[in-house]
T-cell receptor, first 109, second 116 residues
Framework: AQSVTQPDIHITVSEGASLELRCNYS??????LFWYVQSPGQGLQLLLK??????LVQGIKGFEAEFKRSQSSFNLRKPSVHWSDAAEYFC???????FGAGTTVTVRA | GAVVSQHPSWVICKSGTSVKIECRSL??????MFWYRQFPKQSLMLMAT?????????EQGVEKDKFLINHASLTLSTLTVTSAHPEDSSFYIC????????????FGPGTRLLVL
């Protein structure tokens, strides 16, 4: 069975500081991994995805994620956050898309 | 590219009435569409998977007679909440997956349903 764990429920970060969101997955084969962002009252926007190849994946809005098979992780990073990055972030694993519980990011001025 | 729309974006209805929510893939053909439900401050819960031209596959615990799903074309899926009750109030989100783009799902903006 596949599953996703996001250990951090809520993260607060200062504007301009770096951000890292953790994601651990459980899946028997090579997973398809995704990060989505959801603003309040909105649907989900795809930030980036990993299918195969280079383990460091670049996404939109300056985000990147690194796939580490040995750690079963797919952590999301951004070097310098903007106030507009405040949102809910979901990690997901396919083929049967399973979502983590989400991490709420608050950005303080 | 890969835009998914939902209509309506929000709806208020009386208890006992039925509500239909549409999900459209605007610029690609979606062989598979998914319907999710999201409660406040929680993750998405998959309700059902629908493939164009065939019956939807419902997740365990989801009443198929209450949540009717139709995927009549490669660009349209509908979710009808029949005889809605206040406990059906939620945020419903659809997603669509296209042929040839791996397992990527593209999500609609969601529909907020409030049943009075």
């Amino acid at each position: 069975a596949q599953s996703v764990t996001q250990p951090d429920i809520h993260i607060t970060v200062s504007e301009g500081a770096s951000l890292e969101l953790r994601c651990n997955y459980s899946y028997g084969a090579t997973p398809y991994l995704f990060w989505y962002v959801q603003s309040p009252g909105q649907g989900l926007q795809l930030l980036l995805k990993y299918f195969s190849g280079d383990t460091l994946v670049q996404g939109i809005k300056g985000f990147e994620a690194e796939f580490k098979r040995s750690q079963s992780s797919f952590n999301l990073r951004k070097p310098s956050v903007h106030w507009s990055d405040a949102a809910e972030y979901f990690c997901a694993v396919a083929p049967r898309l399973s979502f983590g519980a989400g991490t709420t990011v608050t950005v303080r001025a | 590219g890969a835009v998914v729309s939902q209509h309506p974006s929000w709806v208020i209805c009386k208890s006992g009435t039925s509500v239909k929510i549409e999900c459209r893939s605007l610029d690609f053909q979606a062989t598979t569409m998914f319907w999710y439900r999201q409660f406040p401050k929680q993750s998405l819960m998959l309700m059902a998977t629908s493939n164009e031209g065939s019956k939807a596959t419902y997740e365990q615990g989801v009443e198929k007679d209450k949540f009717l799903i139709n995927h009549a074309s490669l660009t349209l899926s509908t979710l009808t909440v029949t005889s809605a009750h206040p406990e059906d109030s939620s945020f419903y989100i659809c997603s669509a997956r296209s042929v040839g783009v791996g397992e990527t799902q593209y999500f609609g903006p969601g529909t907020r349903l409030l049943v009075l």
